[in-house]
């Protein structure tokens, strides 16, 4: 499932997730972030709405282009 903001990339699902992910506590398998954790406002709370909806033992990967951003 693609998550995206830009209508233009044709996601799945239409939504900011800098207002929180519209997904339930412990509901996803598996998160990839690609080269957009730096876009967000608040990528703290990115990371902690990430860590909230993963199941226990879920897995993501966070791709940054610089981690020192």
Do not use: K, W
Request: net charge negative; charged share 20%.
């Amino acid at each position: 499932m693609g998550l995206d903001i830009n209508p233009n990339y044709a996601p799945d699902l239409l939504h900011n997730a800098d207002d929180g992910l519209p997904f339930a506590d412990g509901q996803l398998d598996f998160i990839h972030s690609d080269n957009s954790l730096e876009h967000f406002r608040n990528p703290h709370f990115v990371l902690r709405e990430c860590l909230r909806t993963l199941r226990r033992g879920g897995e993501m990967l966070l791709v940054l282009p610089n981690c020192q951003f």
